[in-house]
């Protein structure tokens, strides 16, 4: 197998305007930081976001103006309140959000990492979200009638913030396990998958360890070094959410001018 | 804790009304999605309804986001999310693992609250329309809709306000029992939908699909509820006061230590 271990701008060079992209992580564990800041200051537009909960990856991309729209069962920033950014973007219109519950999201990944065009659910039933997503009702044998069916996700790329890896790209979920996440259906779902870690390790751990393995490196397309690469948010058993960089970027995200500097800031000092 | 004029702690009496609700060998779902005082409602007044349940000997587990049966004699110091999902317990699922538990019907009861709830028990926790026809935006659905569709019976935590309990809600998150001609068989839904909704200063179940004014707590009168309500809720014939908690039932709610908010 061929090396994966590439430099960050590198791997995000990769996503192209226009693309869909998929976040891992969920509220305040594990979101994929790191590429999410290199994103913001790349070249890349008109990105359609996808991701189970969302929080500070997808409201900063937003304010850096690269969403055309957001699949999501969530954005919000947890117990620190609501995403101010978002918020504004969502009523103004400049970006679409696409509201899913979490069951029939994660149904949807899963549809899409079966390599089918289409998935159940019965969670939308009688929603305002099954109008909004376009879910069609459905009748099928074997007992499936008044099922919705909803797009599958399949999106281009696949962000994910893990503990480690080698340089052949298999990822590695150490102990403890202190996340609510579905990294491992959203990885399988996209076409190419960028994985940041806190650290690489020899490929002898990983087989001496193969019982933690979550992603082979054969289904990864690139993996990135990233030390504190899931801050403001946590990553277990490296660090824990950062709260006083989560209250700044809250702050900053409560106004237009504030998001505007915070990615001025972010886009200087990665020039 | 805040009180609601009435001299009595607010929060111990929603827990105990809903306490006398939960049932031994039953496992009750908390999300941790919420902040502030839905943060509080959601998971303090559960929290401290399955402590008092497990002092009368009811076996009532809860399943905390992705944490099955945590031990409630050990709570951690605070929810911020390390020491929340650090919490002893004996599994920490996937959660997509933890979503199929919903959907095949292994969940009891749900704890939820809402932005807007209309007298059918259809919640909105997604957006709100503005006076200008623009929407305002909340965090999102989160497992609401399955909290509604799946789970045995959900339970509505919410304070009453006019705002809050409205005629009809502007987006429906989650199904309630009605809305139009349509019911819950009419669509499906295998879950038992909404059964209770503990406030701050009554208890309303459903008749027919329909909100039902069930208890109020110790010196209010159904006037003062329905003065904090966007329509008026049907009344049961039974209504009834709850009794404040015995001395036993005090000392026992005192003797949880709820986790606190970290921010």
């Known amino acids: ?8 701008d590198e791997a995000v060079g990769l996503v192209r305007s226009g693309s869909s992209v998929a976040l891992g992580g969920a509220t305040m564990r594990r979101k994929p930081m790191a590429l999410v800041r290199a994103l913001a200051a790349s070249d890349a537009a008109d990105l359609d976001l996808w991701t189970w909960i969302g929080s500070t990856d997808v409201d900063l991309l937003i304010g850096a103006g690269k969403v055309r729209s957001v699949n999501s069962a969530y954005v919000g920033f947890g117990a620190f309140g609501l995403a101010q950014t978002s918020r504004r973007a ?9 509201d899913w519950s979490e069951s029939s999201l994660v149904a949807s990944f899963k549809a899409g990492a079966s390599g089918l065009p289409v998935a159940l659910t019965r969670a939308l039933a009688g929603t305002s979200l099954a109008d909004d997503l376009g879910a069609e009702r459905v009748d099928l044998p074997f007992g499936g009638e008044g099922l919705h069916a909803v797009p599958a996700a399949r999106p281009d790329f696949a962000l994910i913030h893990a503990q480690s890896a080698d340089e052949l790209g298999n990822v590695r979920r150490r102990r403890p396990n202190r996340s609510d996440d579905i990294d491992h259906v959203i990885a399988a779902s996209a076409r190419a998958l960028i994985v940041s870690v806190e650290e690489i390790e020899e490929t002898e751990a990983i087989f001496e360890n193969r019982d933690e393995t979550l992603i082979p490196g054969h289904y990864v397309s690139a993996v990135v070094h990233a030390p504190g690469g899931a801050l403001p948010t946590g990553c277990d058993g490296f660090y824990d959410p950062d709260l006083a960089q989560l209250a700044a970027y809250a702050e900053a995200s409560r106004t237009p001018e504030g998001i505007s500097a915070f990615v001025a800031d972010l886009r200087g000092a990665r020039a | 804790m805040s009180g609601n004029g009435s001299g009595h702690d607010v929060n111990a009496l929603m827990a105990l009304a809903l306490s006398r609700e939960l049932r031994d060998g039953e496992i009750g779902f908390i999300g941790v999605g919420s902040s502030g ?27 905390i986001g992705p944490l099955i049966a945590p031990d409630l004699e050990r709570p951690p110091a605070s929810w ?17 693992v933890n979503m199929e538990a919903f959907l095949r019907g292994a969940v009891s009861v749900g704890f939820i609250s809402g932005a807007q709830i209309d007298r059918f028990g259809n919640v909105n926790v997604s957006k709100i329309r503005g006076g200008d026809g623009t929407w305002k935006r909340l965090g999102g659905a989160l497992a609401l809709p399955e909290h509604c569709a799946f789970a045995g019976r959900a339970v509505l935590l919410c304070d009453l306000s006019e ?10 998150t989650g199904f ?8 819950r068989e009419d669509l499906g839904l295998p879950g038992g939908g909404p059964a209770l909704v503990v406030t701050d200063l009554a208890t309303f179940d459903f008749e027919g699909g329909e909100m039902r004014l069930a208890a109020l707590y110790p010196g209010i009168s159904p006037g003062d509820v329905e003065e904090r309500m966007g329509f ?3 009344r049961a014939p039974d209504l009834t006061e709850l ?12 003797s949880l230590t709820l986790p606190a908010l970290p921010y």
């Open chain 2, 80 to 96: 911020f999310d390390n020491e929340i999902y650090g919490w002893a317990s004996p599994a920490l699922l996937a959660s997509d």
């Open chain 1, 90 to 98: 969502f009523a103004d219109g400049s970006v679409e959000f696409r």
């Open chain 2, 232 to 234: 008026v809720p049907a």
């Open chain 2, 37 to 63: 005082r839905a943060h509080e409602l959601v998971t303090g007044i559960p929290m401290l309804a399955a402590h008092l349940a497990h002092g009368r000997g009811i076996d009532f587990d809860l399943q």
């Open chain 2, 176 to 183: 309630g029992h009605r809305r139009g001609e349509t019911t």
């Open chain 2, 163 to 172: 705002r809050t309990f409205v005629e009809e809600v502007d987006f429906v």
């Open chain 2, 243 to 254: 009794e404040p908690p015995s001395e036993e039932e005090a000392a026992r709610l005192a």
């Open chain 1, 1 to 8: 197998m061929r090396p994966k271990l590439i430099e960050i």
